[in-house]
């Protein structure tokens, strides 16, 4: 099991794969897990998002993003995404 880099189109494609949704109740993959280091004390600042069937928690796509240190709205450097994926043998 391992995370696989995508594209950001990658990713809107895979959104609309699994239903898009807008978080509330109703939606089956939801953010698992997360962390944020907005004032960049151990790196570049950054927030990465874990999103996850709500039921399983079986992860399914990584987004990290890399916010401006004056928070004008622009990403410092590109964002990057990953997808979940079973390793076959």
């Known amino acids: 099991m391992t995370w696989h880099p ?3 189109a990658e990713r809107e ?9 807008y978080n509330g109740p109703a ?7 997360g962390r944020s280091d907005l ?3 151990y ?3 950054c927030i990465l998002t874990i999103w996850g069937h709500r039921e ?8 990290i993003r890399y916010p401006a240190p004056d928070f004008d709205g622009h ?3 590109p964002c990057e995404h990953y997808r979940w994926e079973e390793e076959s043998r």
Do not use: M
Request: with cysteine; charged share 25%; proline share 11%.
């Open 27 to 33: 939606a089956p993959y939801v953010p698992i897990s």
């Open 75 to 77: 990403d410092s450097r």
């Open 43 to 45: 790196g570049d600042p």
């Open 39 to 41: 004032g960049g004390e």
């Open 13 to 21: 494609a895979l959104i609309d794969q699994v239903g898009r949704s």
């Open 56 to 63: 399983t928690k079986a992860p399914l796509l990584k987004d």
């Open 6 to 8: 995508i594209t950001c």
